[in-house]
């Protein structure tokens, strides 16, 4: 992937989500029965949507493209949903009462309504979980809502915290209810912070990071702007960074997965230094620096947590 058509691919997703999620707000909050004038224009924006993702087919890479796509799919499912609520045609409030009845004021004429399951489905489509705007906390999936379906999730402006969105905590299962499958991760504005987090199936894309250590397993990882961050971190493929510095990568800890990882990070690409030569910015960490003890226990006061964040993060 060329340089260029990297920086359109991230431009583009920053777009397109907005857009999509601002879309996917207003069908959020539409009431039914939706009249027909709102649901052409639902539709219409939908389609420019649509449209907008079909011109950009090639220049962004196909795994983003399958999963804005698969987004595309959920709120045309939800317009389907509202456009069944629409009122049945005028004529069928001016037929006729039996005489027998005439003292009896028409029964409105039912509307089709969403059975259980669709209902269901359109109330799952709701704004991405975030976690953001924190200082010196210890956060935990307690701290998310709960979601029923693969969710992106956003993680930005925390400073001087620690982030554990483990499987478990403490060696014990979540309780019921904290369950949230993550299906991507957007990581923006973080400093001094330190996130422990699970091997996902999806992307990882990570802007402006500073003094921070990061834990994750994922499909493609994308870094942008970060500074002294020490990675940890599963891969299949070849994790990418651009205008980023003292960056260490090393392998996804074998004691915080119950999974088989990957550890294809010697082959980091950085698009800020397209040389035969290596690129200064980034690094294998060496044997002595590795954590190995993590925080995975709730922490409750803030000595504390300062304490392990002077003693873990990257100086």
């Given at each position: 992937?060329?340089?260029?058509?990297?920086?359109?691919?991230?431009?583009?997703?920053?777009?397109?989500?907005?857009?999509?999620?601002?879309?996917?707000?207003?069908?959020?909050?539409?009431?039914?029965?939706?009249?027909?004038?709102?649901l052409?224009?639902?539709?219409?924006?939908?389609?420019?949507?649509?449209?907008?993702?079909?011109?950009?087919?090639?220049?962004?890479?196909?795994?983003?493209?399958?999963?804005?796509?698969?987004?595309?799919?959920?709120?045309?499912?939800?317009?389907?949903?509202?456009?069944?609520?629409?009122?049945?045609?005028?004529?069928?409030?001016?037929?006729?009462?039996?005489?027998?009845?005439?003292?009896?004021?028409?029964?409105?004429?039912?509307?089709?309504?969403?059975?259980?399951?669709?209902?269901?489905?359109?109330?799952?489509?709701?704004?991405n979980?975030?976690?953001?705007?924190?200082?010196?906390?210890?956060?935990?999936?307690d701290?998310?809502?709960?979601?029923?379906?693969?969710?992106?999730?956003?993680?930005?402006?925390?400073?001087?915290?620690?982030?554990?969105?483990?499987?478990?905590?403490?060696g014990?299962?979540?309780?019921?209810?904290?369950?949230?499958?993550?299906?991507?991760?957007?990581?923006?504005?973080?400093?001094?912070?330190?996130?422990?987090?699970?091997?996902?199936?999806?992307?990882?894309?990570?802007?402006?990071?500073?003094r921070?250590?990061?834990?994750?397993?994922?499909?493609?990882?994308?870094?942008?702007?970060?500074?002294?961050?020490?990675?940890?971190?599963?891969?299949?493929?070849?994790?990418?960074?651009?205008?980023?510095?003292?960056?260490?990568?090393?392998?996804?800890?074998?004691?915080?997965?119950?999974?088989?990882?990957?550890?294809?990070?010697?082959?980091?690409?950085?698009?800020?230094?397209?040389k035969?030569?290596?690129?200064?910015?980034?690094?294998?960490?060496?044997?002595?620096?590795?954590?190995?003890?993590?925080?995975?226990?709730?922490?409750?006061?803030?000595?504390?947590?300062?304490?392990?964040?002077?003693?873990?993060?990257?100086?």
């Amino acid at each position: 992937m060329s340089d260029s058509t990297w920086s359109f691919s991230q431009t583009f997703a920053s777009e397109f989500q907005t857009s999509r999620a601002e879309l996917e707000s207003r069908v959020d909050l539409v009431k039914a029965p939706i009249t027909a004038d709102a649901l052409n224009t639902l539709s219409s924006d939908l389609a420019k949507l649509t449209k907008t993702l079909a011109d950009a087919t090639g220049s962004v890479p196909s795994y983003d493209q399958r999963q804005y796509e698969l987004q595309l799919k959920s709120l045309e499912k939800s317009l389907e949903n509202l456009r069944a609520s629409l009122p049945k045609s005028k004529f069928a409030f001016k037929r006729k009462a039996p005489a027998a009845s005439s003292s009896i004021p028409p029964s409105p004429v039912p509307r089709a309504v969403p059975d259980a399951a669709s209902q269901q489905q359109l109330s799952s489509i709701s704004t991405n979980p975030t976690l953001s705007s924190h200082s010196f906390r210890y956060l935990s999936r307690d701290s998310l809502p709960s979601a029923s379906q693969a969710s992106d999730l956003t993680i930005s402006d925390l400073n001087s915290c620690i982030v554990n969105l483990l499987p478990a905590i403490d060696g014990k299962p979540l309780a019921e209810g904290g369950a949230l499958e993550i299906s991507a991760l957007h990581i923006r504005n973080l400093t001094d912070t330190i996130l422990l987090l699970p091997v996902i199936r999806g992307s990882v894309l990570l802007h402006d990071l500073r003094r921070c250590i990061l834990v994750v397993g994922c499909h493609q990882f994308r870094m942008h702007t970060s500074t002294d961050v020490d990675v940890y971190l599963s891969i299949p493929s070849t994790p990418i960074i651009e205008h980023c510095s003292r960056i260490r990568f090393t392998s996804y800890p074998t004691a915080l997965s119950p999974k088989e990882t990957y550890s294809n990070f010697f082959s980091v690409q950085d698009f800020s230094h397209i040389k035969a030569t290596p690129s200064p910015n980034w690094s294998a960490m060496p044997t002595d620096a590795l954590v190995r003890r993590w925080p995975v226990s709730t922490i409750s006061s803030e000595k504390e947590l300062t304490d392990i964040l002077d003693t873990l993060l990257p100086r």
